[in-house]
């Protein structure tokens, strides 16, 4: 944005189509109507501290009460102040103590198609020997964990086992570089290694301690390594650094009382995905956190006692911490894990999963849902998913033409669709459709949470016209943001507090339409600025993706004389091969969709986009190639490294 431009495109976006809740989703719902959202959302923005804390002493258990809702000196919050809880007591010794000890917390399948199942109960029996386990290897409150394992029920059993003892977790992704875990293990100073032998990936073995070996090497303050045996692999052990899971849990007591911890307490650091630039470590802590985590849950999925609730993301994300861990587990919910990928044995693996558990809740990222449309409908088709009731996605925008392949194909045009914005940083959904209450509108993420304030503004922090977008920004602070950036003051300020004083600065551009509903326009770094004009690159992405023959498109900006930058595309296709009539048919077809301005001016071909490790497409790396220039930022979260050589030389 910078300098304000010297004119507005009006058409973007030329998305009308609405989709009200079924009478059957708003009757059962807990927030049954706009009136309903509205009144709590006003409530909310009257007095977001009080709103939050009434909250607070009802949803979770106090070892003693908090003083103060919050205490702001920006940039930094506290929430419920002098409290004292524990978010692994909230996830399990509460369910348990109040009756609900044999409801099913974690079901689990593994890729080769394993399963296990656990109780609330028995979770808590697992938890409470593994942070026994924990506390005799010399772990403390306030030590940092490194967790690096695959997505198995251990996973969860090590972040809640942290969280009971007050040690902070710090779990990666387990397909990351020895180099990337060293990175992150220093940058965390962590104490405590976690992960596994081995690991499957579509039927390979993965190798992990191995890696974890490498990384232990240059990561001079991991003192322990404790390994679960997933594969059955023979791997090295280091005399008096490296122990068995199995062997410590088998001499474990079961009887570990919660720690009660400061509400303030760090409870986790993680790193971010990355699409922008180097990982941050993003730390957040216990009440607010758990409390946002808990509440979100409960309404973005309208979740109810007899949902079996499944969330495809992996714990090594946010989504996977918030909504596959803390959130559902503090409602009390059935959570199904699965360990694989989307397409071993075969292309139908999620629906067959959904059919067997008879999945209700179902929350997935639209990278997902792109390659199911590639894969094809008949793999769909073979499964019964009536048991679905809300579908989610998260990550990055969805594409109208992916929302309504999810509409139709997955959800039978009866599942109201939640797309979910929000970031590891904000901790939970900040906005959201309500599955009862929010009529739907394909690509847009409707409106703010109760509790939640947004802001549009320009680069001086005054309000703008919403409905020309700009940047989006948080006005009041709330329970699950981020506390800080792990080591770095510093950058804490200036990423986020200081380009807009007074507000959080997400570092997306978003519009508000007419309606009040909210459209993520992009990242602030991708917008593309033509002849003065701001182009959003998910709308002219979406534009793309409404052909019929593109899969997926990433569209970034590229220097020139005359324009200032020119549109450039990067398309993926299925069912259609390259050539120079289909180029200048899409062309066209962008032309038709949004306008002249937005018409790409160089498209290219590809087998694959670059994407980070949780799916999301990396554009600023697409904008050197496109540019012509060497990459010099990070790309340690780079899923595939080949995709870069191959689009150098496809550029020749
Ligand atoms: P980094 O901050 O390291 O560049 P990242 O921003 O990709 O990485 P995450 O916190 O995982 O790390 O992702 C948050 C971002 O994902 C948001 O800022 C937004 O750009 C995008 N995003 C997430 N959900 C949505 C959504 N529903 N619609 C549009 N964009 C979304
Ligand atoms: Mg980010």
Not at 242 to 260: N, V
Not at 280 to 287: F, L, P, Q, S, V
Not at 305 to 334: F, K, M, Q, R
């Amino acid at each position: 944005m910078g300098q304000q431009s010297t004119g507005q495109l009006d058409t973007v976006m030329q998305e009308s189509r609405v989709f009200p809740p079924t009478a059957e989703a708003s009757a059962r719902a807990r927030i049954k109507s706009m009136a309903e959202y509205q009144k709590l959302w006003d409530e909310a923005a009257a007095d977001p501290a009080g709103f939050w804390a009434k909250l607070a002493k009802e949803e979770l258990h106090w070892f003693e009460p908090f003083t103060q809702a919050l205490k702001w000196n920006e940039p930094h919050a506290e929430w419920f102040v002098d409290g004292k809880t524990n978010a692994s007591y909230n996830c399990l010794d509460k369910h348990v103590a109040e009756g609900r000890g044999d409801r099913v917390a974690l079901i689990w399948e593994g890729e080769p198609g394993e399963k296990r199942q656990y109780t609330y109960a028995e979770l808590l029996r697992e938890v409470s020997k593994f942070a026994n386990v924990l506390k005799s290897l010399g772990t403390q409150q306030g030590d940092v964990v490194s967790i690096y394992m695959p997505l198995t029920p251990e996973l969860v059993i090590a972040m809640l086992a942290c969280a009971r003892i007050g040690a902070i977790h710090s779990v990666i992704f387990a397909g990351f570089s020895s180099e990337a875990i060293a990175d992150r293990n220093n940058d965390a100073k962590a104490k405590i290694q976690i992960t596994a032998d081995a690991g499957y990936r579509r039927g390979t073995v993965l190798a992990l301690k191995q890696t974890v070996d490498a990384a232990l090497a240059k990561s001079p303050t991991v003192e322990k390594c404790i390994v679960f045996s997933r594969v059955n692999e023979a791997v090295h052990m280091q005399e008096g650094r490296d122990f068995w899971w199995h062997k410590l849990m088998a001499e474990a007591s079961d009887d570990c009382p919660a720690t009660p911890l400061d509400s303030e307490a760090t409870l986790f650091i993680l790193y971010t995905s990355g699409s922008t630039g180097k990982p941050k470590g993003i730390r957040h802590t216990t009440a607010g956190y758990n409390l946002f985590a808990k509440k979100t849950f409960e309404w973005v999925f309208d979740w109810q006692e007899n949902d079996v609730y499944w969330c495809t993301a992996d714990c090594g994300w946010v989504t996977g911490h918030t909504y596959v861990t803390y959130g559902p587990l503090s409602a009390g919910a059935t959570v199904l894990l699965y360990e694989g990928a989307p397409n071993y044995p075969h292309e139908g693996r999620f629906w067959e999963l959904i059919e067997r558990y008879h999945v209700t809740l179902f929350y997935t990222a639209p990278t997902a849902i792109r390659a199911f449309m590639k894969w094809g409908d008949h793999h769909v088709e073979k499964y019964d998913l009536s048991s679905l009731r809300v579908l989610g996605t998260v990550g990055e925008g969805i594409n109208p033409e992916a929302w309504m392949w999810y509409h139709r194909k997955i959800g039978a045009e009866r599942c109201p669709i939640v797309d979910t914005w929000w970031q590891t940083e904000t901790g939970g959904i900040m906005m959201s459709p309500l599955p009862g209450a929010t009529p739907t509108k394909p690509g847009s993420c409707t409106m703010p949470l109760p509790g939640v304030i947004p802001q549009i503004v320009d680069s001086t922090g005054a309000e703008v016209d919403a409905t020309h977008g700009g940047w989006l920004t948080i006005a009041h602070p709330w329970p699950g943001m981020l506390r800080g950036i792990w080591g770095d003051e510093e950058r804490y300020k200036e990423v986020y507090w200081e380009k807009v004083p007074g507000k959080y600065l997400a570092g997306d551009n978003a519009r508000r339409d007419a309606d009040g509903y909210y459209w993520i326009m992009g990242r602030i770094d991708d917008v593309l600025n033509v002849s003065g004009h701001r182009l959003s690159t998910i709308e002219i992405e979406s534009a793309l993706v409404s052909h019929p023959s593109v899969a997926e498109a990433a569209a970034v900006g590229r220097p020139d004389p005359l324009k200032g930058e020119a549109v450039a595309v990067f398309v993926t296709l299925r069912g259609a091969e390259p050539s120079e009539e289909l180029r200048k048919e899409l062309i066209k077809h962008v032309r038709n969709q949004i306008g002249a301005l937005a018409q790409p001016d160089d498209v290219r071909f590809t087998g694959t986009l670059p994407k980070t490790r949780s799916g999301k497409i990396m554009r600023r790396l697409l904008r050197d190639i496109a540019a012509g220039k060497e990459t010099v930022g990070d790309t340690t979260t780079l899923e595939d490294y080949s995709v870069l050589a191959q689009l150098r030389t496809e550029d020749e």
